[in-house]
């Protein structure tokens, strides 16, 4: 996990993905061996959430960058995959969300996007650090969509309720 970090601050989008995939097939498979009910298992569980999580952002990260078709096409169908990849986990939905929301932004569909970002704020909240994510891109929609005012909000919100967070960092 931390070599997977480092390539993604280091900005090196595709070995970083890789990193996040393969903890998120080591963890999963390991979980599977686990028992069931059992604290090991609920801990790799979130160790693979985590990395497919992970990689779902490197890749928006290289999609962002380049704008290339293949890169958004690789981003959007990582998101895409989360919420069956990822079970019943919050983080997974969440990430799904603000990342299909991400790429809408990216395309200019700042309305569509805004719709992502407030279902993430409104019904996410056990994932509380893709809820400050999603106020983040909510705050660029609403800038894009020429609400100064909600993108205020927004920003005010993320730092008040996540300011813990890397998107609250940001946003000071």
Known sequence: L???????????????????EELGAFAGKAA????????????L??????GLVGKAWALYGRAEKSRA???????????D?????????????AAS?????GLLLLQGKADEALRKFIEVEVTMFSAPEEVA??????AQACEKLGNQAARDQALKDL???HPWSEWAARAR
Do not use: I
Not at 69 to 79: G, S, T
């Open 69 to 79: 078709p293949a890169d958004l096409e690789a981003a959007k169908q990582a998101f």
């Open 81 to 93: 995959r989360l919420p069956s990849e990822t079970g019943t986990s919050a983080a997974g939905k």
């Open 2 to 20: 931390a070599r997977a970090r480092l390539l993604d601050r280091k900005g090196e989008a595709a070995a970083s993905s890789k990193e996040y």
């Open 97 to 101: 969300l603000n990342g299909q929301g």
């Open 45 to 50: 569980e979130r160790m693979m959430v985590t």
């Open 133 to 138: 994510h999603a106020l983040w891109f909510k």
């Open 32 to 43: 599977a061996a686990a028992p069931a009910d059992s604290p090991l298992r609920d801990s």
């Open 159 to 161: 730092v008040q309720y």
